[in-house]
């Protein structure tokens, strides 16, 4: 029976990974070709367009890289802890608004865990804001601090000429494989049983998550599981310090979205993370892949969270479109 249910296992685990090269090989191989069919039929608009638009990005950087006296450093350090803060504030907002007063009304109905944090708890709320600004406004700013000598050897974060848009492209799509590789692991690490009584239990406090608590963890989290997984691709890939800030700005977006605990229209689906605060031991990842690859999709897998799992175009709330089941009544 053992030996069964183990060859059963095994099996499963060779489909889950033969699936998940497939998938990989699909989306890459799609993506190739796409790109290539885009490139061929309607690259002479994409240069118009983008010529236009990186006259304007081009300016629009001129006049930052002025502003800080065309001192790299200054760009360097306080333009990033400037822009990071600021993109923070701005994609936050809305979400911490309703959190606190219920209002706008046409949001609270695309609440993902319903009637949690209907109000958020102010003292909860208090010790989430001192620490993401903590995070913010000195741990951040220290991690750049310690990376500018290895990107000033490496040529990355340079304020030089911007890149063109095949380029940009291409970066944002490498930048992604490196930020979910290095994301999954580091946040497997940080859900072992030695690191998450020290370092990650802080984050999991918040089972219904809003937008702040992205960034309410340790500092030691903060740096290997937030940080570094955001920086390694554009360090590596000697990127300019205007695509470093505008790469940021996604991935805090992304990560707001995914702990802000509404599932709006339009805009990625936080139902996943919201679930892995919900129960802890499954989906660690962003994108899903190495979760697939590795069976930590389970026991996300099947669940009502992951019927609503995905980009909504409709105005009707997911939890609508896909009702909780009933529970049995003794």
């Avoid at 450093?73 to 822009?83: K, R, S």
């Avoid at 690490?189 to 998550?209: D, G, S, V």
Wanted: hydrophobic residues 40%.
């Amino acid at each position: 029976m053992v030996d069964k249910r183990t060859e059963e296992t095994s099996k499963s685990r060779c489909d889950a990974l033969w699936e998940t090269l497939q998938s990989l090989v699909f989306i890459f191989g799609t993506t190739v070709l796409a790109t290539i069919a885009v490139r061929n039929s309607v690259n002479p608009y994409v240069n118009k367009i983008w010529g236009a638009s990186h006259d304007f990005w081009g300016e629009l950087w001129n006049r930052i890289y002025e502003f800080y006296g065309q001192n790299d450093h200054l760009v360097c350090h306080l333009g990033t802890a400037v822009f990071t803060f600021g993109s923070f504030i701005i994609f936050n907002s809305l979400f911490l608004l309703c959190d606190m007063t219920g209002k706008p009304a046409w949001l609270v109905k695309y609440k993902v865990q319903e009637g949690r944090n209907q109000p958020v708890d102010r003292e909860k709320l208090k010790s989430a804001l001192t620490t993401a600004a903590f995070n913010l406004l000195i741990v951040s700013p220290i991690l750049v601090l310690s990376l500018y000598p290895a990107a000033h050897y490496l040529g990355s974060f340079h304020t030089g000429k911007l890149p063109t848009f095949e380029r940009l492209l291409l970066e944002f799509v490498l930048f992604t494989v490196v930020e979910e590789i290095m994301f999954y692991y580091s946040h497997r690490l940080l859900h072992t049983r030695w690191f998450y009584a020290k370092y990650h239990k802080k984050h999991h406090e918040w089972t219904a998550p809003i937008g702040i608590t992205s960034i309410y963890c340790s500092p030691l989290e903060m740096v290997c599981s937030n940080l570094l997984p955001s920086f390694t691709g554009p360090l590596l890939l000697q990127s300019h310090i205007f695509t470093l800030w505008i790469w940021l700005s996604l991935v805090i977006f992304s990560t707001t979205l995914a702990h802000g605990g509404y599932h709006v229209p339009f805009l990625f689906s936080p139902e996943a993370h919201d679930y892995h605060h919900k129960v802890f031991n499954c989906w660690y990842g962003t994108l899903g892949v190495l979760d697939r690859l590795h069976g930590t999709d389970k026991p996300f897998a099947g669940s009502i969270q992951e019927e609503r799992h995905y980009v909504s175009f409709s105005l009707t709330p997911v939890s609508q479109l896909h009702p909780a089941p009933c529970r049995a009544t003794e």
